[in-house]
Nanobody, 115 residues
Protein backbone atom coordinates (compact mmCIF):
# COMPACT_ATOMS: atom_id res chain seq x y z
CA UNK A 1 0.00 0.00 0.00
CA UNK A 2 1.45 3.30 -1.11
CA UNK A 3 1.35 6.18 1.34
CA UNK A 4 2.50 9.76 1.03
CA UNK A 5 2.39 11.61 4.35
CA UNK A 6 2.98 15.35 4.45
CA UNK A 7 4.06 17.27 7.51
CA UNK A 8 5.44 20.65 8.44
CA UNK A 9 2.53 22.90 7.63
CA UNK A 10 1.21 25.51 9.99
CA UNK A 11 0.67 29.19 10.65
CA UNK A 12 3.51 31.60 9.94
CA UNK A 13 3.84 35.35 9.58
CA UNK A 14 4.58 36.91 6.23
CA UNK A 15 8.31 36.85 5.56
CA UNK A 16 8.76 33.69 7.58
CA UNK A 17 9.78 30.18 6.57
CA UNK A 18 8.42 26.67 6.70
CA UNK A 19 9.80 23.33 5.62
CA UNK A 20 7.36 20.74 4.36
CA UNK A 21 8.20 17.05 4.28
CA UNK A 22 6.55 14.22 2.40
CA UNK A 23 7.45 10.72 3.55
CA UNK A 24 6.71 7.98 1.04
CA UNK A 25 6.24 4.28 1.68
CA UNK A 26 5.18 1.27 -0.34
CA UNK A 27 6.87 2.36 -3.56
CA UNK A 28 10.33 2.43 -5.10
CA UNK A 29 10.81 6.06 -4.24
CA UNK A 30 14.01 6.66 -6.18
CA UNK A 31 12.40 6.06 -9.57
CA UNK A 32 9.46 8.39 -8.98
CA UNK A 33 9.26 12.02 -10.00
CA UNK A 34 7.99 14.00 -7.04
CA UNK A 35 6.04 17.22 -6.86
CA UNK A 36 4.42 19.68 -4.52
CA UNK A 37 1.07 21.14 -5.46
CA UNK A 38 -1.13 23.63 -3.68
CA UNK A 39 -4.75 24.61 -3.72
CA UNK A 40 -6.16 27.76 -2.20
CA UNK A 41 -9.87 28.21 -1.51
CA UNK A 42 -11.76 28.95 -4.70
CA UNK A 43 -8.74 28.32 -6.88
CA UNK A 44 -7.50 25.45 -9.00
CA UNK A 45 -4.72 23.22 -7.80
CA UNK A 46 -1.37 24.33 -9.15
CA UNK A 47 2.10 22.87 -9.38
CA UNK A 48 4.49 24.59 -7.00
CA UNK A 49 7.68 22.63 -7.54
CA UNK A 50 8.82 19.30 -8.92
CA UNK A 51 11.92 17.17 -8.87
CA UNK A 52 12.60 14.27 -11.20
CA UNK A 53 14.12 10.97 -10.21
CA UNK A 54 17.37 12.31 -11.59
CA UNK A 55 17.23 15.48 -9.51
CA UNK A 56 16.11 18.01 -12.11
CA UNK A 57 13.91 20.66 -10.58
CA UNK A 58 11.33 23.13 -11.84
CA UNK A 59 9.28 25.79 -10.09
CA UNK A 60 6.22 27.89 -10.59
CA UNK A 61 7.19 31.45 -11.46
CA UNK A 62 5.45 32.69 -8.33
CA UNK A 63 7.83 30.78 -6.03
CA UNK A 64 11.14 30.92 -7.92
CA UNK A 65 13.90 32.21 -5.69
CA UNK A 66 11.84 31.62 -2.54
CA UNK A 67 11.08 27.89 -2.49
CA UNK A 68 13.46 24.96 -2.87
CA UNK A 69 12.47 21.36 -3.52
CA UNK A 70 14.83 18.53 -2.61
CA UNK A 71 14.73 14.81 -2.07
CA UNK A 72 16.50 12.25 0.07
CA UNK A 73 16.18 8.85 -1.55
CA UNK A 74 17.72 7.14 1.48
CA UNK A 75 14.83 8.46 3.59
CA UNK A 76 12.14 8.17 0.90
CA UNK A 77 11.33 11.81 1.55
CA UNK A 78 10.84 14.94 -0.52
CA UNK A 79 11.08 18.39 1.02
CA UNK A 80 9.87 21.87 0.20
CA UNK A 81 11.75 24.69 1.87
CA UNK A 82 9.62 27.80 1.73
CA UNK A 83 11.21 31.17 2.53
CA UNK A 84 9.94 34.74 2.35
CA UNK A 85 6.39 33.49 2.60
CA UNK A 86 3.57 35.72 1.42
CA UNK A 87 -0.12 35.74 2.24
CA UNK A 88 -0.81 34.46 -1.28
CA UNK A 89 1.11 31.29 -0.45
CA UNK A 90 -1.72 30.28 1.87
CA UNK A 91 -3.10 26.95 0.64
CA UNK A 92 -3.26 23.23 1.22
CA UNK A 93 0.00 21.75 -0.01
CA UNK A 94 -0.02 18.19 -1.33
CA UNK A 95 2.70 15.82 -2.29
CA UNK A 96 2.54 13.92 -5.59
CA UNK A 97 4.48 10.91 -6.88
CA UNK A 98 4.57 10.02 -10.58
CA UNK A 99 6.04 6.72 -11.73
CA UNK A 100 5.58 4.12 -14.43
CA UNK A 101 1.81 4.15 -14.98
CA UNK A 102 1.15 5.34 -11.47
CA UNK A 103 0.25 8.59 -9.76
CA UNK A 104 -0.14 8.93 -6.01
CA UNK A 105 -1.22 11.81 -3.78
CA UNK A 106 -0.82 12.65 -0.15
CA UNK A 107 -3.61 14.02 2.00
CA UNK A 108 -2.20 17.53 2.16
CA UNK A 109 -1.03 19.91 4.83
CA UNK A 110 -2.35 23.41 5.50
CA UNK A 111 -0.04 26.38 5.20
CA UNK A 112 -1.42 29.69 6.41
CA UNK A 113 0.57 32.90 6.06
CA UNK A 114 -0.66 35.85 8.06
CA UNK A 115 0.05 39.37 6.85
Amino acid sequence: QVQLVESGGGLVQAGGSLRLSCAASGLMFSIYDMGWYRQAPGRQRELVAAITSGGTTNYADSVKGRFTISRDNAKNTVYLQMNSLKSEDTAVYSCNARGPGRVYWGQGTQVTVSS
